[in-house]
């Protein structure tokens, strides 16, 4: 098994690759504006830290989202073509499932994203593993914590809401990603295809037709 894992639904574009037992290789690098630019590098980057090529690869994975479209897409996409360019399966994961799982946490809590327009991406978990509400979209003010941690950048961006976050990782980084895959593909969990999550319309809109002008 080795399960190439990537993530564009935060500002964090990230790569990993797992061999079923461990992660071999990860990147991430912060920056909201340049996913298209920096996610085919930072999987070559991966790939190459690994010494292992693109062809060699058995499947691959792509964070779903709760995110913003235009970066969501972009890692989506890529895992499309690269499914179909390498005749391997892809998957989708939700992005903060990977988030939850890279948290480390035994007991219930929340994840939370920034999604911007002063909202969060909130899902609630048993467990690292197991969501059990979500994906949603609130304020921070109506996301129901009812005393409940919560980690994630929602939170380190609220924290008199939210928390500070718990000291767990911020963003859904590739290396959870790809261990909870592998996980779930050697137990024989099925696992979504890749499709995105989107909680809201996306800011642009096609032009209506134009006004008549009349004399």
Do not use: N
């Amino acid at each position: 098994m080795l399960v190439l894992a990537f993530d564009t639904a935060t500002p964090a574009v990230t790569a990993a690759l797992h061999d079923g037992t461990r992660v071999l290789a990860e990147r991430t690098t912060i920056d909201a504006r340049r996913h298209g630019e920096l996610l085919v590098p930072t999987i070559e980057h991966v790939l190459g830290e690994a010494g292992v090529p693109l062809r060699d690869v058995t499947a691959i994975v792509a964070g779903s989202g709760p995110g913003p479209y235009t970066g969501l897409r972009v890692g989506l996409m890529t895992a499309q073509g690269l499914a179909t360019t390498l005749g391997v399966p892809a998957y989708g994961i939700c992005s903060l499932d990977a988030v939850a799982y890279g948290s480390g946490r035994t007991g219930p809590f929340i994840a939370a994203t920034d999604a911007r327009r002063k909202e969060v991406f909130w899902a609630r978990y048993s467990d690292l593993r197991t969501r059990v509400a979500g994906p949603s979209v609130d304020r921070p003010a109506d996301v129901p914590v009812q005393g409940l941690p919560v980690v994630g950048a929602g939170a380190e961006l609220y924290p008199d809401l939210l928390g500070d976050g718990h000291g767990a990782p911020p963003y859904p980084y590739a290396g959870a990603l790809a261990a909870l895959a592998a996980e779930r593909l050697a137990a024989g969990t099925p696992l979504d295809p890749p499709r995105p999550i989107y909680l809201r319309r996306p800011d642009a809109v096609v032009p209506g037709a134009p006004k008549r002008v009349t004399a």
